[in-house]
Each structure stands twice: as C-alpha cells, then as structure tokens.
C-alpha cells in the first residue's frame, strides 16, 4: 500500500491511531496531526486502543507509555503479536526504562512529551517512509523477445506462439544460511521466512549492503530512521537486540565504541 504524503491532498490519507489517556494531550496531539492531513482514531486506554487497533484500518500507531488498564509497553506487545505496523512512543519523561521498555517490546521509535508538532511529523514520516519503501523492479533483458517488441512468435516458424520463458528465481543475498530477497523484501534463515518489523528490515538491508563493514550508530540513524539530526543512538542498540533474536545472535558482531557490522 502506497501512502499519500500528508496535506498533498493524495488519495489514500495516511489514519493514525492514538492512545493517550490524558484528554487535553489526546486532543491538541490529534488535532496538530489532522491539520498535517493525518486522520486520527483517538483511544484514552489501552484496551480500548487494543479493540480499535483490531478493528483495522490504521496505518500508524501513536501510543502512550502510561496508559490505565493496559500500559502502552503492554499494548505495544499485544500489537507486535500480530502486526508490524509501525509504533511510535511516547514518553513523559524519557525515562531510560520507558525507552527501552517500549524498544523491547517492538517500538519503532519515541518521542518524549511535551513534544514539539514538527518534531512529532518528522518521525511519523519517516516512520511511514520505511514501512512502505517499494522493491526494485528488474528490468526486462533486452535479449528476451518480449524486450526486443517480438510479436510473440518465433523468427523462422510464422503462426506458432512462443513458449513464455520460466520467470528466473530472483537473486539473494545469502551470508550463511541467512538469506535476503532484496526484491521481495524478505528474509530467510534455514530455508523458514523470518517475519522483521519494518525498521528490522531496513536495518538489516543497511548492514547487507556493507558487509564486514562497521557501521556506527549516527550512520544507521540517519540511513535508517532517517534522521536528519542526532537521535538517541539507544533505539539503534534495541533493534540491533531484537533483529539479533530473530536472524541469530552471532551474526550482527559488535565492534565496542565504533558501531556494528554484519559477518560475512
């Protein structure tokens, strides 16, 4: 699914939903997004942010980490159970244990309250950017018939249909039995699909492109969450974790105070 840029006045607005259980916040945040033009599904706890999040239909999910009955780091579970859209927290406090809490429990990425509108825009699109980043089409061998504007039959024998030529498996990357379909965007280990939130697959998109290379922290942030300041470097390190769980944990190595990088 292709999303409109918000206020481009495209044809399929981006819907947010928000789970906040203070009012003033709830309101002033979905009313500074739909001026954007988000729509916005609004939830004061998170049960009720976890009944509307399975009714469907939203694209991006904006939670609160205190949240009454069921705490957004609870909700945040809850969802990644199912999904992988993409989830922004946030924080009163930008607490270390929020932080990590929500990144563990599979947040893309946070902000923390009282947040500033454009500060809060920028992550949702760039959020939004990884979730719904397109793979490359191949293009077409210009020795094929088809490429070369053949009119389906074969030179030489007129009135008999060419037989279509079997579609070529595409191309993996393969760093032992880790395998990465760049075009699909998908990822195997042993042979068995390896389901990766968004963020996880641009992250290891970006460590496959530089194999045995390290990569530090600013350079992921800005390659991979797209920010175009410094973040915190922590919610590099939590997906790095949780992509490590999920691929093995030996593959991604750790070169103390430069940054990560992939074994080849």
């Keep these: ?42 939830a004061g706890d998170g049960l009720t942010g976890l009944e509307l999040f399975r009714d469907g239909g939203h694209d991006l999910l904006l939670l609160d980490v205190m949240l009454p009955g069921l705490d957004g780091i609870g909700l945040c579970r809850r969802i990644r159970e199912t999904s992988m859209d993409p989830i922004l927290m946030m924080s009163a406090r930008g607490d270390a244990l929020d932080v990590i809490s929500g990144l563990e429990a599979g947040a893309d990425d946070y902000v923390v309250k009282p947040v500033d509108t454009a500060v809060l825009v920028a992550r949702i699109r760039s959020l939004l950017r990884r979730a719904t980043f397109a793979p490359a089409t191949a293009p077409a061998d210009p020795a094929t018939p088809a490429a070369a504007g053949s009119t389906g039959h074969q030179p030489g024998r007129p009135g008999r249909p060419e037989q279509p030529e079997p579609r070529p498996e595409r191309a993996r990357l393969r760093f032992g039995d880790l395998a990465i379909d760049t ?20 992250l290891l998109l970006e460590f496959a492109a530089h194999p045995g290379i390290v990569l530090d922290r600013q350079t992921l942030l800005r390659n991979v969450w797209d920010y175009g300041w410094d ?3 922590r919610v590099v390190d939590l997906c790095v974790q949780r992509l490590r769980k999920k691929i093995g944990a030996g593959r991604i190595e750790t070169v103390r105070g430069f940054g990560y990088k992939l074994r080849r």
Excluded: H, K, N
């Design 1 to 42: 699914m292709s999303y409109a840029a918000a206020g481009d006045g495209g044809p399929t607005p981006v819907t947010i939903l928000l789970v906040e259980d203070d009012e003033v916040i709830r309101r002033s945040v979905a009313m500074a997004l739909e001026r954007y033009g988000y729509r916005v599904t609004t």
């Design 183 to 202: 075009g699909g965007l998908e990822v195997f280990l042993a042979g068995e699909p390896v389901a990766l939130a968004p963020t996880e697959l641009r």
């Design 231 to 233: 973040g915190d470097s």
